[in-house]
C-alpha cells in the first residue's frame, strides 16, 4: 500500500531544506530550519519533526508519506550515520536514518550525501532521465560528485565511494586542500579554486586586469565571472586553466566508467562558455581515442533551489531502514523495525 | 536444462588457448592454437571450431557445453564485436560472438576484454570470491584493469570502460604511451614501463648496478627484477619508483569506487615485496583519511596458465547470445537466434 509523497530533506551546512514531493518531482510545499541552531543532535530531530509536521498537516499530508529520503555530507548510505561531518555541529556518527525514522514514528528513510543525493535527482527528474551510467560533478564552494553505474549509485565497499573533488590533478607542488592533502581536484576546479587561482595569477603576473582594482584577498569566483564576461584576458584565462584541469581530470573518470554523459551542477558549472569551452577542449585532447567523442559534458536541469529536496526525495521512494518505536497512536502509523544493511 | 560445463577461450595475441570447465571451476581439459596462422577470421574461426571439437569428442563433451565465454584484446561485450584490434590480424568490427556461435551450431556465447574476464574469473574462483566491489589490475606487457561494482562488471556505456591503464599519472614530460598519448600508467608500471625506467636510471644517473653489465637496449623487467633480489640498490630503486606510481594512481581509483581490494595478476605482480611494499606505502599515505587501511591490496589466487581461460569461461555461464543458424544434424543442437543486447 504505497503512499502518494515523500520527504526530501537537504541537511547543508547553514539550512536544512526539506519539502513533500510527489511521484512526478513536483515539490508540493517546503520550508527550513537553521542547521546549526542545537548543538545537540536530538534537540535537532525534535525542531526538524516539529517544522515537518506542521509543513505536513497544511498540506494534509501527515499519512501520506511513503519514505525519507536524506542528503547530508558524509552521510552513509550502508550505515546510516553521519561519519566524520566536519562542516557540522554534532560530531562523528550521528545516527541520523534511526533517529529521523524514529522521530518519524518507524517512516522508512535512507541518507547518502549530498552529490549522490545529486546524482539520484538527476536521474528520476533531471537531466539524467534514461541513462544508466554518468556522473554528476558539483561545482561549489568544493567539488563533489555522484556515479551512477547501470542504473545505481557507486557506494563502494564502504559507503563512501565518489569522491571525485579529491583525485590528485598535480602530484608536484599541488595546492593544499582541505582534506588534509595536496593537489585535488577540488583545490582548482571550485568556486574557492577559482578564487584561489585568481590571487596566484595576480600576484605572479604583471599584465592588468580589472581585478587588480579588487582586494585581492577577498575576490570570490563571482568577481572572477565579472570581470571576464566583460573582457578582461587575465580572468578569462583564469577560466582557461580551470577548464583545462576538469577536462583533464574528466578523461580519467572517462577511462574508468566510460559514461554516456557528466552533468555539471553548482554555482561554477553556470559560468557558461568561459568553462565550457576549455573544459570540453581538454576533456577531448586528453581523452583516449577510443572514448572521444562519446562522453557528453552537459549542466543539471534541476532548479537549484529544488534540486538538494528533489534529490534527497527521490531516495525516499526505496528506503527501506525502519527505527524500532513503541506502539504509540502518533498520526503516522507505525512499523517494524527491519536492519539498514540488506 | 542446464549442461555440465563451460567452454572458455582466451584470444591472445600470440596464442589462443582454450578448455572445458566445470561448475567448479575445474578445468577439465585444454589446448590451444596460433592466432596469427589466419589473417582471415573465417578460417581462423574454423581451425578453432575443428580443434574445439577434437577435444570436446576426446572428453565426451560434445553435447555437454552450457555457453561458450571468449576474452580478446578490445572485445566489447554489448557488440558482441572486437573493435581497434590492434594486436589482432583481423581488423576492425570483427563479428566474433556471431561467428563463433554460428560455427558451434548456436551455442550462446558472450565476450569481453581480457581483463575484465580475469576479473570473472577471480570473482568466480579466485581471490575476489565473496566481495561485490574490488578492481582487477593485470600487470604484464600492458596494464589493464577489470572493475566491479556491485557485484557487476563495469562496461560503461559503450562497453569499453575500465581503461585504468590509462589514466594520466604524469601530466608534464609524460612519457610516450603506446596508445599515442602522454603520461600513462601503463607507460611506467607494465613490464615494459620497468625496463623503460631502468634505461632512464642508468642514462640519467652515474651510480654503479650490475644491470650495467647487460645491453642497455635488451634490459626487461625480469633483468630488473633478478638485480634487485641480489641486493642491487638501482634495481631496487626502480622498484621503489614503480611502486609509488602504481599505489599513487591506486588511491584516485580508490576515490571513484572505494573497492574492498585490489587484486594484481601478472607477470610483474610477482615482483613480491620490491613492488608491494613501496605500493601499499605510497596508496596509504596518498589515499584520502576516509578510505586509508581499508582497501586491501592482494594477489590473484588463480593459477596464471588457467586464469585467462577460467575468466573467460565464467562468462559462457550467463551467455545469451545465439547466431541464427539453419537446421543442421551437427553433434551439437541448434538453438533460437536472439539478440546480442538485452
Redesign the interface.
Known amino acids: 500500500m504505497s503512499k502518494p509523497y515523500v520527504l526530501g530533506i537537504d541537511i547543508g551546512g547553514t539550512n536544512t531544506v526539506f519539502g513533500i514531493v510527489d511521484a512526478r518531482g513536483q515539490v508540493v510545499a517546503s520550508d527550513s530550519i537553521k542547521t546549526r541552531k542545537h548543538t545537540n543532535f536530538d534537540d535537532y530531530v525534535e525542531e526538524l519533526h516539529t517544522e515537518v509536521m506542521r509543513l505536513l498537516k497544511l498540506n494534509e499530508a501527515e499519512d501520506k508519506i511513503q519514505g525519507i529520503g536524506i542528503g547530508a555530507p558524509?552521510a552513509n548510505y550502508y550505515t546510516g550515520t553521519i561519519?566524520?561531518g566536519v562542516n557540522l555541529p554534532w560530531g562523528n556518527n550521528v545516527a541520523l536514518a534511526e533517529k529521523v525514522s524514529r522521530a518519524f514514528n518507524g517512516i522508512p528513510v535512507a541518507i547518502t550525501n549530498d552529490a549522490n543525493a545529486a546524482a539520484i535527482g538527476e536521474m528520476t527528474y533531471g537531466a539524467a532521465r534514461g541513462?544508466?551510467?554518468f556522473i554528476m560533478i558539483t561545482l561549489g564552494t568544493g567539488v563533489g560528485s555522484g556515479?551512477v553505474?547501470?542504473g545505481?549509485v557507486?557506494?563502494?565497499?564502504?559507503?563512501?565511494?565518489?569522491?571525485?573533488g579529491?583525485?590528485?590533478?598535480?602530484?608536484n607542488n599541488g595546492r593544499i586542500c582541505g582534506?588534509?592533502?595536496c593537489g585535488c581536484l577540488e583545490a582548482y576546479a571550485s568556486a574557492t579554486g577559482v578564487a584561489r587561482t585568481a590571487r596566484e595569477f595576480l600576484e605572479i603576473r604583471t599584465d592588468p586586469s580589472t581585478l587588480r582594482n579588487l582586494d585581492i584577498d577577498a575576490i570570490t569566483s563571482k568577481d572572477v565571472y565579472d570581470a571576464a564576461i566583460t573582457g578582461d584576458k587575465l580572468a578569462k584565462e583564469i577560466f582557461e586553466y580551470t577548464g583545462k584541469i576538469l577536462g583533464?581530470a574528466f578523461?580519467?573518470?572517462i577511462?574508468?566508467?566510460?559514461?554516456?554523459a557528466i552533468i555539471l551542477f553548482g554555482g561554477l558549472s553556470k559560468s557558461g562558455d568561459l568553462l565550457m569551452r576549455p573544459l570540453v577542449e581538454a576533456m577531448n585532447s586528453?581523452v583516449?581515442?577510443?572514448?572521444r567523442g562519446?562522453t557528453k559534458v552537459i549542466l543539471s536541469e534541476l532548479k537549484e533551489s529544488d534540486a538538494a529536496v528533489l534529490g534527497a526525495s527521490a531516495l525516499g521512494w526505496e528506503a527501506k531502514y525502519r527505527a524500532e518505536v513503541p506502539a504509540t497512536t502518533s498520526a503516522v502509523e507505525a512499523a517494524p523495525a527491519a536492519p539498514v544493511a540488506e
Open positions: 558524509n561519519d566524520n541513462m544508466k551510467d556515479i553505474i547501470n545505481q557507486v557506494y563502494g565497499h564502504d559507503g563512501f565511494a565518489g569522491e571525485l579529491h583525485v590528485i590533478v598535480k602530484r582534506c588534509g592533502r583533464e578523461a580519467d573518470m577511462a574508468f566508467s566510460s559514461p554516456q586528453s583516449m581515442a577510443i572514448f562519446k
